[in-house]
């Protein structure tokens, strides 16, 4: 899934690149989903069918390090905001915020990277 999420984080990188904001949030935020969902599985967990975008963002509050709760936080923000950018508000994210959630993702993927190499 680690792969999966390296995928994404090129892809939301060529999107923000492209000036295709939304699905660079859109796709950055998939990857830390799965990054989320990596990391998940690995400690022998996985999300259910329903509500897993939020059941990923649970588990993650519940075992990164306290200094990474507004990381955490941020990752549900993109969670909500990316259903808005999917399901109606096409055009709503400018390049700032897309660029936000490129950066965001890189970091909280590097967090999930340390946690499977401790």
Same mark, same amino acid.
Not at 59 to 79: E, G, H, I, K, M
């Given at each position: 899934?680690?792969?999966?999420?390296?995928?994404?984080?090129?892809?939301?990188?060529?999107?923000?690149?492209?000036?295709?904001?939304?699905?660079?949030?859109?796709?950055?935020?998939?990857?830390?989903?799965?990054?989320?969902?990596?990391?998940?599985?690995?400690? %022998?967990? !996985?999300? @259910?069918?329903?509500?897993?975008?939020? &059941?990923?963002?649970?588990?993650? #509050?519940?075992? =990164?390090?306290?200094?990474?709760?507004?990381?955490?936080?941020?990752?549900?923000?993109?969670?909500?905001?990316?259903?808005?950018?999917?399901? %109606?508000? !096409?055009? @709503?994210?400018?390049?700032?915020?897309? &660029?936000?959630?490129?950066?965001? #993702?890189?970091? =909280?993927?590097?967090?999930?990277?340390?946690?499977?190499?401790?």
């Amino acid at each position: 899934m680690l792969a999966a999420a390296a995928r994404d984080m090129k892809a939301a990188s060529d999107n923000l690149k492209g000036g295709n904001n939304d699905w660079a949030l859109a796709i950055a935020y998939n990857a830390m989903l799965s990054g989320g969902r990596a990391l998940m599985i690995a400690k %022998g967990y !996985a999300p @259910s069918a329903e509500a897993h975008h939020l &059941a990923v963002v649970q588990f993650c #509050a519940a075992v =990164f390090p306290a200094d990474a709760t507004p990381l955490v936080s941020t990752f549900n923000r993109y969670r909500v905001r990316r259903h808005d950018v999917v399901y %109606g508000e !096409a055009g @709503s994210v400018g390049k700032d915020e897309a &660029a936000h959630a490129v950066r965001t #993702a890189q970091e =909280f993927l590097g967090k999930i990277q340390m946690m499977f190499t401790s």
